[in-house]
């Protein structure tokens, strides 16, 4: 009886099991790295966060202002105990006062005369030697007297500080500062630098420089408050300031040509009754600085000291719109909060989850590399089951190892893990891991050597990670790239694995920074987020890969006879298969049948006989059966079997014999099921080889050339394996078991339990037959059972095979004439496709060795000599075989008697010196050199 799904798919369950219990190393090795992986991200986290996050410098700065001992029991933390680099860390509730300043340009950049700039009221070149250049303003209008009167009115004659409130003071002069803004929104940096603030005005006494201290809590500092000339300059259009400030900017390397100013003024139409004004300014601070906002805190004194102007010209000098201070808006404490995990996890994380690849490819490649696969196929495991289970299997261990992985990373607290919602990682992990899967299964297809497995795909490991980092990344953090190509990317699986541990690695560093939570399912919404179309990606490329996958190996482990068509055949075929069984038998056949002998003749007669009348007897029954391997390459094509007829009874050992490349081992391809035969009809069992193998699979056994086992596995688990696809159950398999060990000895001194890696030529050669005959199959197949083995091994393997012949057929190719003599009860010489002679042994020596085989070796003058003593003893002798003074002669056996073949020899020792000689029956061997020799002389002449 067949066995079922349930019991195939447990008993390939139970052997991955078995095996992945073998390799508690590699999967040691598997889960280390990750564990490894969070570990190392882990101690980097902890040597980040002493020395940069929890540093005293990137946080409030605190003093302790009650000790106990050396511990300090109580400690104020505020803005005025911090240095300037932990002030912007503190809570500031009441943000700091800042005059407002006007942007100066340093004084070697200021505008000055020069080849390029020929308007002759700009100050002489000389005066950037000593540093003295005056700071332009550029005026223009459609009134050149009003705006002369309104530049007047923007810059005072003197300054007026008083030192005690140096901030209050500067508002009422026209302040500026050459420092550049800095990133700090609650500090002025101009205050903060060695730099000079300047007090613009229109003229400059001589030491008109002053120091006043700057308080700021507890920061001190003595500044500088150096007077600045401003120069107005006149315009006669707006468009010759702008061509004036085009030129003064900066151009390639050459700074001497820069003429920066402070700023310009167009007052268009302005009058006494309307102020109508355009101001040029320097926007240096770019928006991808961040920090656009702090850029034009210096242009609103800009704005004022025009209006200021414009107020003083209506109700004169002593008019003032003053403009005390700016000021940020008020913060809470903030601290730097950086997570390693989210910035390098993405990397490594991919690494982590794409290690699973190679593990599952290189498991499906080593089944198909050591032809696993078509041996269970051949034992009977479907392919329904073997996909089922394998694909459950992978998945469940990629499962727990993802587990293991999200677990550890979260109890050691990654945020990675712990601030992006479980429930988006489960979904996005599932939908990869059965992606990679598939993947797995479809690549496998390409690879036939498991290390060329290997390295290919730990080379798409790091290679992946690395180009996802450095090429990937980039693309996508660049918002100008189009998205379509992102997705193209995406479509790669390796992308879109990094783009979705990258989007984990975002949200959770954001969430971390800002103390809320990482991605959440309404996140999925937003348009940065790529999590969504990668989830879609990577759901479809799942389905569609595994149906490709799963095609692809229907046609390829079913051999290459199922076209790419194959299940439109199926659907064709059914319908006549009943009719067309008892028509197959004689199709084109006599073509081939001219040179067959009367034993051959009469087989095949049998066999017809057969088909008639089928008889339940008979385990085997091929009707010329033919195999044609078509021309490649300009090759013609190759017949490698032309009509072959057998019919074994049950009970029959029949051994096939032949020259390499007769036809044998395509004769029992065909009768397993690796390859179709291009015409004719088999069966075993009464079921047609053509479309019943999967029944017949589970009536035959196999005993293939080569050993395919696995290194792994024991051989009492090989046996279990096999068994259980054989449906033996429970105390029955386990008897079974035991019986098939001991009979092939290897039950005794633990062998049973020793890795069959591990086992000699012999033993692995006894297991392979053991295999064969487990489960009590009907017929089994052995192809050159005893190759290899030494003479004990030999004679121990044809117990087994002589024990095992009742009630069962079994086919054997040998090569070993004695082999054949001692298990089989037919034997048949292939040679060249067809069977030249059939007949059990002691017949076939009886019909083809009617003669003696005499051999002399003497020295070379005399062989002449020995040859003319042979003629005399038999007159119709052949030689068969001469060199160096030794030949052979065939002495037909009804022309010589023995007596007067030792006669001559000791006559002809006194006449000559005899090294050696020998008189021989023929054996089986010479039978078949000759058999052999006659077949091929036959087909050379036709
Ligand atoms: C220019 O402005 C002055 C006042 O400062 C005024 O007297 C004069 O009429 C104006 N000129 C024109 C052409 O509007
Ligand atoms: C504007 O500012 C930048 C940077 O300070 C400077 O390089 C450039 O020359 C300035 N342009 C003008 C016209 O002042
Ligand atoms: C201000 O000047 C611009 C440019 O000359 C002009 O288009 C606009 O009408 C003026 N506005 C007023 C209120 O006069
Ligand atoms: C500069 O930043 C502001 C506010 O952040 C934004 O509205 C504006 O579009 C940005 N400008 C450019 C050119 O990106």
């Not at 209008?141 to 009167?149: C, D, K, M, V, Y």
């Not at 975002?506 to 399912?521: E, T, V």
């Not at 087994?800 to 010489?829: F, N, P, W, Y």
Request: net charge neutral.
């Amino acid at each position: 009886m067949a066995a079922g799904f349930g019991t195939q798919a447990n008993a390939l369950l139970r052997k991955n099991l078995t095996f992945q219990k073998r390799n508690v190393k590699a999967n040691i090795r598997l889960v280390a790295f990750p564990i490894v992986l969070c570990l190392l991200i882990l101690a980097l986290q902890i040597v980040f966060d002493k020395l940069v996050n929890n540093n005293d410098d990137n946080k409030c700065g605190c003093i302790c202002v009650r000790r106990n001992g050396d511990e300090c029991v109580e400690e104020r933390c505020g803005i005025e105990y911090s240095n300037l680099d932990q002030a912007v860390f503190c809570p500031i509730p009441n943000p700091p006062e800042w005059p407002p300043l006007l942007q100066i340009p340093a004084p070697e950049y200021r505008a000055v005369r020069n080849d390029f700039m020929t308007f002759t009221d700009l100050p002489s070149e000389s005066c950037r030697i000593n540093g003295s250049c005056p700071a332009i303003f550029l005026l223009t209008g459609n009134n050149h007297s009003f705006g002369e009167i309104l530049g007047e009115n923007m810059l005072p004659n003197t300054f007026s500080i008083n030192p005690s409130n140096l901030m209050g003071s500067l508002a009422s002069n026209v302040a500026g500062s050459e420092s550049k803004p800095g990133t700090s929104q609650f500090l002025d940096s101009a205050f903060f630098s060695d730099l000079p603030i300047y007090s613009v005005q229109s003229r400059c006494a001589s030491n008109s420089t002053i120091s006043a201290p700057v308080q700021l809590s507890s920061i001190n500092i003595t500044q500088e408050i150096r007077c600045l000339q401003g120069l107005n300059l006149w315009r006669t259009s707006s468009s010759e300031i702008n061509d004036e400030i085009y030129k003064g900017y900066i151009k390639g390397n050459s700074e001497e040509e820069i003429n920066e100013i402070i700023a310009a003024y167009d007052f268009l139409n302005s009058d006494p009754n309307k102020f109508n004004v355009s101001i040029w300014y320097n926007s240096t601070y770019k928006n991808d600085t961040g920090d656009s906002a702090i850029g034009l805190v210096q242009v609103p004194r800009s704005v004022n000291l025009v209006s200021n102007a414009y107020l003083r010209t209506l109700l004169g000098p002593s008019a003032q719109m003053l403009f005390e201070f700016v000021k940020e808006m008020p913060k809470t404490e903030t601290q730097l909060r950086v997570d390693l995990s989210s910035i390098i996890g993405t990397l490594f994380f991919t690494w982590v989850v794409l290690q699973l690849f190679p593990v599952v490819l290189t498991a499906l490649v080593y089944e198909k590399q050591q032809k696993l696969r078509i041996m269970m196929k051949m034992h009977g495991l479907g392919d329904g089951p073997y996909w089922m289970i394998s694909y459950a299997y992978f998945f469940v261990i990629s499962a727990a190892y993802m587990l293991c992985f999200v677990i550890f990373g979260s109890v050691i607290g990654l945020r990675f893990f712990t601030l992006n919602s479980y429930s988006i990682q489960f979904v996005f992990y599932f939908i990869y891991i059965n992606l990679q899967i598939s993947l797995a299964f479809l690549l496998a297809v390409l690879f036939s050597n498991v290390k060329t497995a290997a390295v290919v795909g730990y080379i798409c490991i790091f290679g992946t990670g690395l180009l996802g980092s450095f090429l990937f990344q980039l693309f996508v953090q660049d918002q100008s790239f189009p998205r379509g190509w992102i997705i193209v990317m995406e479509l790669y699986p390796g992308f879109s694995l990094y783009r979705g541990l990258y989007e984990f690695g975002q949200y959770s560093f954001r969430g971390h920074y800002m103390g809320i939570d990482g991605m959440r399912w309404a996140d999925l919404a937003d348009s940065r987020n790529g999590m969504r179309e990668i989830l879609i990606i990577m759901l479809i490329e799942w389905v569609v890969v595994l149906a490709i996958a799963y095609y692809i190996d229907k046609i390829v482990s079913s051999g290459s006879a199922k076209g790419p068509m194959f299940f439109l055949q199926n659907f064709k075929k059914k319908p006549h298969s009943s009719t067309q069984r008892p028509a197959l038998g004689r199709q084109g056949s006599k073509v081939f049948v001219e040179i067959d002998k009367p034993d051959v003749v009469q087989e095949r007669e049998k066999v017809e006989q057969l088909l008639l009348e089928p008889s339940t007897s008979y385990a085997v029954i091929v009707d010329n059966l033919r195999k044609i391997y078509p021309g490649r390459d300009g090759n013609p094509e190759k017949l490698a079997v032309k009509g072959l007829s057998l019919a074994l009874p049950s009970g029959e050992c029949f051994g096939m014999l032949g020259p390499n490349g007769a036809g044998k081992t395509s004769f029992i391809g065909m009768m397993i099921g690796i390859t179709k035969p291009t015409s004719g009809a088999a069966f075993v069992q009464g079921f047609d080889i053509q479309t019943e193998m999967d029944t017949i699979y589970t009536s035959i056994g196999v005993c293939p050339q080569e050993d395919l086992l696995w290194e792994n596995l024991t051989g009492r688990e090989h046996l279990l394996f096999y068994g259980r696809l054989k449906n033996l159950k429970g105390s029955a398999l386990k008897q079974a078991v035991e019986e098939s060990l001991k009979s092939v000895n290897l039950f005794h001194g633990g062998v049973a339990d020793k890795k069959a890696g591990k086992y000699s030529g012999g033993m692995k050669r006894r297991l392979s037959v053991a295999i064969s005959l487990i489960g009590d199959p009907k017929v089994v197949y052995m192809d050159e059972p005893s190759t290899g083995l030494d003479p004990a091994s030999r004679n121990n393997l044809w117990t087994v095979v002589k024990r095992a012949k009742q009630g069962r057929a079994i086919i054997l190719t040998t090569h070993s004439m004695e082999e054949a003599e001692a298990l089989c009860d037919r034997l048949g010489i292939f040679v060249d496709g067809s069977l030249q002679c059939i007949g059990n042994p002691k017949e076939l020596r009886a019909r083809y060795g009617g003669s003696y085989v005499f051999t002399m070796t003497t020295s070379a003058d005399h062989e002449a000599e020995v040859e003319s003593m042979i003629k005399h003893l038999s007159p119709s002798a052949t030689k068969i075989y001469q060199i160096s003074g030794t030949q052979k002669f065939e002495l037909p056996k009804h022309e010589v008697r023995i007596a007067d073949v030792f006669q001559a020899v000791e006559d002809a020792k006194h006449r000559f010196t005899v090294f050696a000689w020998g008189l021989a029956d023929t054996t089986l061997e010479d039978v078949f050199i000759k058999v052999a020799r006659s077949a091929q002389a036959f087909n050379d002449l036709s």
